[in-house]
């Protein structure tokens, strides 16, 4: 990978997550339109940056250390919902996380961590990807654009990518153990459910943040 700056990174990075949103709100926009719902796409927003961060919290935490530069490079992405306060909120306060305290915790308990987190997250990715594969399914079948069926799953998986590959390389110390971690857990979390509602295997609409 091309040699970045930090602040070079940082910038490449917001601008990965700009096109996501931007993705995310006009397919949101179409999936209310097409639907007559009121849903909110600051939910799916919302739920997205929930993703984003557990892919990024794999990335960080693959090569065993998570030092304060990935943290904050992980906070930036906590505009619309945060992953930590889910997990509090989810166990009722029994789990209550910080960046700094999962930095500081053992290493076995990290892996438990990242092993137990697609199952926590398994309804908000319902949720949120329910809308979205929806417009991509229908967008396909009618040719409202020129799409093949994956198209924007594809775009959005891109922008996640790249965001946790800049993270890799964030500390200058990028490793391909780092990137198959984020690759892994973008598929695990929001990808294969995407490709069955793709594949005709439909979803309830999950359930949403509470």
Not at 1 to 24: F, N, P
Not at 165 to 192: C, H, P, Q, R
Request: glycine fraction near 8%.
């Amino acid at each position: 990978m091309e040699s970045y700056d930090r602040q070079d990174i940082l910038d490449k990075a917001a601008q990965a997550y700009d096109h996501a949103e931007a993705t995310i709100r006009a397919m949101d926009k179409v999936f209310q339109n097409v639907t007559g719902s009121n849903y909110d796409a600051e939910l799916t927003l919302a739920q997205f940056d929930m993703i984003l961060q557990g892919v990024l919290l794999s990335v960080a935490c693959a090569d065993g250390v998570f030092d304060p530069v990935e943290q904050d490079f992980i906070r930036q992405f906590a505009m619309h919902g945060d992953l930590l306060e889910y997990i509090r909120s989810d166990s009722g306060g029994a789990t209550d996380l910080s960046w700094d305290l999962i930095a500081g915790l053992p290493k076995d308990l990290v892996r438990d961590l990242l092993r137990v987190l697609p199952s926590v997250l398994d309804d908000q990715c319902e949720s949120f990807i329910y809308p979205l594969a929806a417009v991509d399914f229908s967008y396909s079948q009618c040719g409202g654009v020129m799409t093949t069926p994956g198209d924007f799953l594809k775009s959005i998986e891109t922008d996640m990518i790249q965001i946790a590959g800049l993270l890799a390389f964030v500390d200058s110390n990028g490793t391909d153990e780092e990137i198959n971690a984020a690759v892994a857990m973008i598929y695990e979390l929001e990808g294969k459910h995407w490709r069955d509602i793709l594949s005709g295997r439909a979803l309830g609409s999950g359930q949403e943040i509470t």
